[in-house]
Every structure is written in structure tokens, then in C-alpha cells.
């Protein structure tokens, strides 16, 4: 197993609280990673820092071996892309959406290329000149995610992306992603759903109060001797 990011002895101090406290653990390249934990367990923390939008106050980070501090931050956003919960989109149509990552690379996005992407999510053609405010939030999270695969990158970071969808569009959701990891995108996807932690997951991160608890390959839910794996599983951790 290769890793695409690693972390080690990762401290995290904002404003005199320290919020992540010595995480060590690797995400595995072209793998989905789960990660879960109870609310405020520094999830999304973790995620900011995997793509430097947030920096370790001690540790070190790697990303393909290298320590993510040596790349450029606009190169690594290139590499290592991230879609949010509720899938935030700029005032315009389906189409400004789709262009904005390519026009903040000075770059043109042709009418035919946004079409293909639609498609790709399976949202309808007819949709490009659409009001993005006016799609449903299924639509929205595929349109972003659609983003996504216009500026493919190596590494995509999901914050709850399925929390406020109804259940067939989160399994169409889950299909795009797994889809994605099978052209080889490493994926780390933050979900409060145990059931698709297991489902969609190859591997896992436990997190509790900014600490790592438990990581590694998903079945360890079910058979991990950490007291407080098991606590998790029976939905009694805080
Ligand atoms: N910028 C910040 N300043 C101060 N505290 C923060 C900041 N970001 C997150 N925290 C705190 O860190 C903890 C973890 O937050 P977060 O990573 O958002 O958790 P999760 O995504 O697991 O719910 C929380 O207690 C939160 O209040
Ligand atoms: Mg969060």
C-alpha cells in the first residue's frame, strides 16, 4: 500500500487551544478513505490541512513523499481538490460555475467540455444556462462535483458532501465517487453516516476530540479491540 499523504506527530494549535493533538496515520493513494467521528473531532481540520489551507503548528505532513510546505500552494490546490457540504455556487448560471476554476487558471472553458461534465454527473445538457441558485440540492452537490472532474486533480477531499441529500441521490453521489477512484483519485470523504463509512470506505480514520483513535482498513470497525471503536459502533461516543 502506497500512501498519498501522510501525516506525522501532527500538533495543531489555534489561538492558545491546541484542537489536533499529535496525529499520526497515512491515507492510502487510490483508495477511499472514510473519515468519521463525533462533531467537532477536528474532521474538516484535518482536511484543511491536507491541502494547506490550514498549516501544522509541530509535525510534518507529506504528500507523494515530499513535505506538503516544499509545494507551491497554487500547484498543490491543482493537485488536491475539495467539494463542501452544500456545495457552495457563485450567483450565474450552471455554466459561470463550471468556468470559474478554469478562469482562476486564466484558462476558457468550451461550451462541449461543460456539456461532457454534466453528462458525466448525470445531469441533463439542457441545464448549462440554468440559474445554478435554482437547482435542487442534489443537482448542486452533482454540479459540484462535476466542477471537480473539469480540473480533475489526484487527491479530492469531501466534507459531508451527502448530508442533506435525499437517499437515491446520495447513491448516485457514492457511484460518481467510486467511479472516480477506479480512474485512480485518492479520496478522503468526512461523513456522519456509519453505514456509508462502511459502504463506500476502504479505509478509515477514527477521530475523537483531535485525536486520531483508530485508523486502517474499514473491516476494523467491526473488529478493532479499542474501547473506544466499539463505543463508536454502538453510537454511544461523544
Ligand atoms: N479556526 C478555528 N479557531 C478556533 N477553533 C477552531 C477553528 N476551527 C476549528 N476549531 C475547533 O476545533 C475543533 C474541531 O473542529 P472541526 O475540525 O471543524 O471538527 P469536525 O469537522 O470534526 O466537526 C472544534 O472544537 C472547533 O470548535
Ligand atoms: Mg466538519
Not at 181 to 207: C, E, F, P, S
Given at each position: 500500500?502506497?500512501?498519498?499523504?501522510?501525516?506525522?506527530?501532527?500538533?495543531?494549535?489555534?489561538?492558545?487551544?491546541?484542537?489536533?493533538?499529535?496525529?499520526?496515520?497515512?491515507?492510502?493513494?487510490?483508495?477511499?478513505?472514510?473519515?468519521?467521528?463525533?462533531?467537532?473531532?477536528?474532521?474538516?481540520?484535518?482536511?484543511?490541512?491536507?491541502?494547506?489551507?490550514?498549516?501544522?503548528?509541530?509535525?510534518?505532513?507529506?504528500?507523494?513523499?515530499?513535505?506538503?510546505?516544499?509545494?507551491?500552494?497554487?500547484?498543490?490546490?491543482?493537485?488536491?481538490?475539495?467539494?463542501?457540504?452544500?456545495?457552495?455556487?457563485?450567483?450565474?448560471?450552471?455554466?459561470?460555475?463550471?468556468?470559474?476554476?478554469?478562469?482562476?487558471?486564466?484558462?476558457?472553458?468550451?461550451?462541449?467540455d461543460a456539456i461532457v461534465a454534466l453528462t458525466q454527473v448525470g445531469l441533463d445538457a439542457k441545464m448549462?444556462?440554468?440559474?445554478?441558485?435554482?437547482?435542487?440540492?442534489?443537482?448542486?452537490?452533482?454540479?459540484?462535483?462535476?466542477?471537480?472532474?473539469?480540473?480533475?486533480?489526484?487527491?479530492?477531499?469531501?466534507?459531508?458532501?451527502?448530508?442533506?441529500?435525499?437517499?437515491?441521490?446520495?447513491?448516485?453521489?457514492?457511484?460518481?465517487?467510486?467511479?472516480?477512484?477506479?480512474?485512480?483519485?485518492?479520496?478522503?470523504?468526512?461523513?456522519?453516516?456509519?453505514?456509508?463509512?462502511?459502504?463506500?470506505?476502504?479505509?478509515?480514520?477514527?477521530?475523537?476530540?483531535?485525536?486520531?483513535?483508530?485508523?486502517?482498513?474499514?473491516?476494523?470497525?467491526?473488529?478493532?479491540?479499542?474501547?473506544?471503536?466499539?463505543?463508536f459502533m454502538r453510537g454511544e461516543l461523544v
Amino acid at each position: 500500500m502506497t500512501a498519498a499523504i501522510t501525516f506525522n506527530d501532527v500538533c495543531v494549535t489555534i489561538q492558545g487551544t491546541q484542537i489536533i493533538h499529535d496525529v499520526s496515520g497515512l491515507f492510502p493513494k487510490g483508495k477511499i478513505t472514510t473519515l468519521i467521528g463525533p462533531s467537532g473531532a477536528g474532521k474538516t481540520t484535518i482536511l484543511k490541512l491536507c491541502n494547506g489551507l490550514l498549516s501544522a503548528t509541530s509535525g510534518a505532513i507529506m504528500y507523494n513523499g515530499q513535505p506538503l510546505t516544499s509545494y507551491d500552494p497554487i500547484a498543490l490546490r491543482r493537485c488536491v481538490g475539495m467539494a463542501l457540504q452544500g456545495a457552495p455556487m457563485i450567483k450565474g448560471s450552471v455554466y459561470d460555475n463550471l468556468k470559474l476554476p478554469k478562469q482562476l487558471q486564466g484558462d476558457k472553458l468550451l461550451e462541449a467540455d461543460a456539456i461532457v461534465a454534466l453528462t458525466q454527473v448525470g445531469l441533463d445538457a439542457k441545464m448549462i444556462h440554468k440559474k445554478a441558485h435554482d437547482l435542487s440540492g442534489g443537482q448542486r452537490q452533482k454540479l459540484s462535483i462535476a466542477r471537480t472532474l473539469i480540473n480533475p486533480t489526484d487527491v479530492l477531499l469531501l466534507d459531508e458532501i451527502t448530508s442533506a441529500l435525499d437517499p437515491y441521490a446520495v447513491s448516485e453521489i457514492e457511484q460518481l465517487i467510486i467511479d472516480m477512484k477506479n480512474r485512480g483519485v485518492t479520496i478522503i470523504w468526512i461523513t456522519h453516516n456509519l453505514a456509508q463509512a462502511q459502504r463506500i470506505g476502504d479505509y478509515m480514520w477514527l477521530m475523537q476530540r483531535g485525536e486520531l483513535i483508530e485508523s486502517g482498513p474499514i473491516e476494523l470497525l467491526e473488529t478493532s479491540n479499542n474501547e473506544r471503536v466499539q463505543q463508536f459502533m454502538r453510537g454511544e461516543l461523544v
